[in-house]
């Protein structure tokens, strides 16, 4: 991912949050996860060197991904203008055409 995409992946999670469509749960899995990982108790012990962390950074890259899954499915609601759109949000009317 380029440096514009990654942009644009920062401004459409921040809609993400603010959207009131979004489950509450959705919205905090990702800061659920970072309580987890700081967290002292854990299922496996951070004092075990190479175990314990293992699981800290599972939970931590496990909901990553999901969160940028949820994020790049998402799709704000769009304000009605009048003009018939199809699932991707196309217009569904014919292109102009100049008459020369």
Do not use: C
Not at 1 to 23: I, K, Q, T
Not at 63 to 78: D, G, I, L, S
């Amino acid at each position: 991912m380029n440096a514009s995409g990654l942009r644009g992946m920062g401004s459409r999670f921040f809609r993400y949050l603010r959207d009131g469509r979004v489950p509450l749960w959705k919205k905090l899995a990702g800061l659920l996860a970072v309580i987890y990982f700081v967290s002292p108790v854990d299922a496996i012990p951070d004092v075990i060197p190479v175990l314990g962390w293992l699981d800290d950074l599972g939970v931590l890259s496990a909901a990553a991904f999901w969160m940028v899954r949820q994020v790049q499915a998402y799709r704000p609601e769009v304000t009605p203008t009048g003009v018939p759109h199809d699932m991707d949000g196309r217009s569904r009317l014919p292109p102009v055409r100049d008459s020369l």
